[in-house]
């Protein structure tokens, strides 16, 4: 079709002055109905509410103060696809929610238009993961695509201007209207053929010649790897405390020749036992041991069957405790061997081993003989196979295109039969079931909830997660340790930099690397701030949830100052990836310091204002005061940490119990409450923005000058300046930039108090450039798991306050 934009525009504007020449200007084949009704639609968009991944947290600040997406006439939010004419794909588009987008595309009725925005969304993007879509547009049309990881808020407005254009320019929209043939109404009708229309080459055009990416480093073969011709020094040795000294000795007083003791660990005690005495363990260190264990931290497995050593079992199960008592962690090691090899369920002892044995299952296919309910958690019910085996694959793009049958074969399971499988509790009345999710504006993510009701109080509910599954822990056995660093980013995507922090902690902690204190100071700082962004959304979205539209308004206005900061700092808003193995990217820029002082000057007199808008409000209190209590033993026992846990009284911060990164020469507070509530976890996050801005200023008054990354150039990428001086910091660049250091071989666990909690990560290495194994400890797995505790008993308005209190987020959840 094709207007001339200029022509129509003339015309339109002739149209809205009422002059009767306006038809004589149009250009060729578009009647003045046609150009008044685009007018109309492209100035009156109705977005649906609807978002997958990081790309939406972009997407969500256009439509504040700030952007004002307004102004193009597109700020009518949608809470129905029955209401809303455009749908923005934001972020990945996962196999396991692949299904709801498109049952929610086709609830919209025409006409209609796609907006596909992001990296993700579009192609896969960094995600070419057995988990992920490699691209909407073969599944439903897509008329605007926005580049990007994620696009910054600026693009998605050029993206709407773009759409609004392709409106005045093609649509013919009266007779459609008129209910007449011809015309064209909007909204393009054809999905992209793979193979056709739709390349799956990774390569790109004209790159057939090369490998694909890490294929030439993969487990088994490493063809062409060279790092096994590098020496590194073995990793460090565990000087054990006298604490640990007794907890062993004991430990074999009582089970003998049944329990074998690691010699060299390097960051904690580390037994083996057999899964016939596993059980009979975990129970004596709960309840018996000279050092009790109160916390489950931990459960993931080893598939063991490519090491370049071989070992003498086929997977290892791996225990992680922890003593809130003594400040202590344990490690348990379970040898198994077998193509389906069982072990025992630990839920008798610690009911929250439930999510983490039905995990190992789904994704090992170990069997925990006894589970009360041993079912898929993270991946479709119909999935083939168990994707963390190494012998499943690892790419999207090697395994066939996600196409409309699969769609249809991989539909989420009906909620009443959910319900049925997983009941909390046994309900005495019931009488409807009511699902939510797994997209919903209070969900705060793509995670399902069902609740069984009786009126309006919850006698039952039942979870179901696995819809933002991005495969990170299988990607991390094909990337080199420094290629990994942008994915961690992504696990909370709003917590940025904090993430690569626990990562590189325990990559140092292996390499036994000393960071310099310039690099430790601007990883506190930074990490600080990304604690800032985040309780400022949590704030705002969980006061929004339960009816207060302005403050979410005020705190992005302050949450933009801090991005601005650190996009000065690192030039990235969401994602920065600045950190690196041994210190930072690069030292700060000139003039950080003067917009740091200003806001740390502002910022406490913003949080007052926001106390006098929110906490005093009474409608507020009377929602969230006595909600969704939990106990500190239960919070303790089913695994709860950071800030969920110390609005149970317990003063416990990773920061001040064990500090790392040089925490311990600050001075701060830990913000506690008694009664477990939606209050007192409110109350808890409020000041610890305070807390962090205390630290901020800290780190502007005293740091320290010197170098930003160690000189321990074996695992580090080298300061450009030194590459520029000398042959061996050039060598060292090459090597660690392209195929990437070589970490010693052994096993390393590192956790941090991340802006939600205790953020761990267990990390393998077989002596290569890459990881053997990753795993996460996610801040929120526990906490979802436990929310039947909070919420069983209560009204159905105060599932919104509880799930809002709690501050979950589905990336991390779901990793």
């Known amino acids: ?65 700030v952007y004002d997406i307004a102004r193009f006439g597109a700020e009518v939010l949608r809470g129905s696809p029955r209401q809303a004419d455009l749908l923005v794909v934001s972020g990945t588009v996962f196999k396991k929610v692949a299904p709801m987008v498109t049952r929610i595309y086709e609830q919209m009725s025409r ?75 909007g909204g ?22 090369i490998p694909v990416r890490g294929t030439s480093v993969t487990p088994p073969g490493f063809a ?57 363990v975990l129970k004596w260190l709960k309840h018996e041991s000279p050092v009790k264990y109160e916390r489950f931290e931990d459960l993931t497995a080893v598939d063991e069957s490519t090491r370049k050593v071989p070992v003498e079992h ?128 209070s969900t705060h993510g793509v995670v399902r ?13 039942a979870s179901d997660i696995g819809f933002h599954h991005r495969g990170a822990e299988k990607i991390a056995e094909h990337q080199s340790w420094h290629q990994y660093i942008p994915y961690t980013d992504r696990l909370d995507y709003l917590s940025g930099v904090a993430n690569n922090l626990t990562y590189l902690l325990a990559i140092e902690k292996l390499c036994d690397i000393t960071v310099p204190a310039r690099a430790q100071c601007v990883r506190v700082m930074l990490s600080e701030f990304f604690r800032l962004s985040n309780h400022l959304l949590w704030l705002g979205t969980m006061v929004q949830d339960l009816g207060m539209m302005t403050p979410v308004f005020h705190t992005f206005r302050e949450r933009e100052q801090v991005l601005d900061i650190i996009e000065t700092i690192t030039g990235a808003r969401l994602h920065p990836a600045w950190l690196r193995i041994g210190g930072l990217a690069m030292d700060l820029p000139e003039g950080w310091d003067t917009m740091v002082r200003d806001f740390v000057s502002g910022f406490p007199k913003r949080v007052r204002s926001y106390h006098r808008l929110i906490s005093g409000n009474p409608i507020l209190r009377a929602r969230i005061r006595g909600i969704g209590p939990i106990t500190l033993e239960d919070a303790i026992d089913h695994g709860l940490t950071g800030p969920n846990l110390r609005a149970c009284g317990k003063e416990w911060d990773l920061r001040k119990v064990t500090p790392y990164s040089g925490y311990e020469q600050y001075d701060f507070d830990i913000p506690t409450r008694e009664d477990g509530d939606c209050l ?107 929310l039947p505790l909070m919420t069983i008993g209560h009204l159905l308005p105060d599932f919104i306050a509880i799930i809002g209190s709690t501050d979950y987020i589905a990336p991390d959840l779901d990793r």
């Open 1 to 65: 079709m094709g207007y001339d934009a200029e022509a129509l525009t003339k015309a339109v504007e002739a149209a809205v002055l009422g002059d009767a020449e306006a038809v004589r200007m149009l250009p060729e084949r578009a009647s003045l109905g046609d150009v008044l009704v685009n007018w109309c639609q492209m100035n009156s968009l109705w977005p649906l509410f609807f978002g997958l991944s990081c790309c939406f947290i972009e997407q969500a600040t256009v439509f504040t103060g």
């Open 111 to 185: 006409p209609k238009w796609v907006i596909s925005m992001g990296s993700c969304a579009n192609t896969g993007g960094m995600y070419d993961v057995y988990s992920v879509v490699q691209g909407v547009d073969q599944l439903i049309p897509v008329d605007v695509y926005i580049t990007g990881c994620p696009p910054r808020p600026e693009a998605l407005m050029y993206g709407l201007i773009t759409l609004q254009d392709m409106i005045k320019r093609k649509n013919r929209p009266l007779k459609p209207v008129l209910g007449l043939s011809g015309g064209q109404l």
């Open 188 to 209: 393009r009708d054809d999905i992209l053929e793979v193979g056709v229309s739709k390349d799956r080459d990774t390569r790109g055009p004209g790159m057939q010649g």
């Open 224 to 280: 062409g790897s060279r790092s096994e011709e590098m020496w590194t020094p073995p990793p460090p040795v565990l000087e054990f405390s006298a604490r640990q000294t007794v907890l062993r000795k004991a430990i074999e007083e009582r089970f003998g020749e049944l329990a074998t003791w690691r010699e060299d660990p390097v960051d904690m005690p580390t037994v083996t036992v057999s899964a016939d005495h596993v059980v009979d």
């Open 314 to 441: 086929d997977f290892t199960l791996v225990y992680t405790l922890t003593s809130l008592s003594a400040v202590e962690r344990l490690r348990l090691r379970v040898p198994l061997s077998g193509a389906e090899p069982e072990a025992p369920t630990a839920t008798s002892v610690w009911a929250c081993a439930n999510w983490y044995e039905r995990e190992v299952w789904d994704m090992f296919g170990i069997r925990f003989v006894g589970h009360p309910e041993l079912r898929r958690l993270i991946m479709p019910r119909t999935w083939p196979g168990h994707p963390l085996r190494k012998s499943e694959p690892h790419r999207a793009t090697e395994m066939a295109p996600y196409l409309e049958e699969d769609v249809l074969r991989m539909q989420p399971e009906d909620a009443g039969e959910l319900l049925r499988r997983l009941h909390a509790t046994s309900p005495t009345k019931r009488e409807f079931v009511l699902n939510i999710g797994p997209h919903h504006y």
């Open 449 to 461: 909830f069902v609740l069984e009701l009786h009126g309006e109080e919850i006698v039952d509910m």
């Open 680 to 786: 007192a976890r409110y109350e808890v996050r409020f000041e610890e923005m305070l807390q962090s801005n205390r630290i901020i200023s800290q780190c502007l008054e005293g740091m320290p000058s010197g170098r930003h990354i160690s000189e321990d150039y074996r695992y580090c990428i080298p300061d450009k300046k030194d590459t520029l001086e000398d042959i061996e910091s050039l060598i060292h660049h090459f090597i660690n930039a392209t195929r990437g250091p070589k970490v010693p071989a052994g096993e390393a666990y590192a956790v941090t108090e991340s802006p939600r909690g205790e953020q761990g990560f267990y990390i393998v290495s077989d002596g290569g450039n890459m990881p053997y194994r990753l795993h996460m400890r996610s801040a929120g797995y526990p906490t979802v798991q436990a």
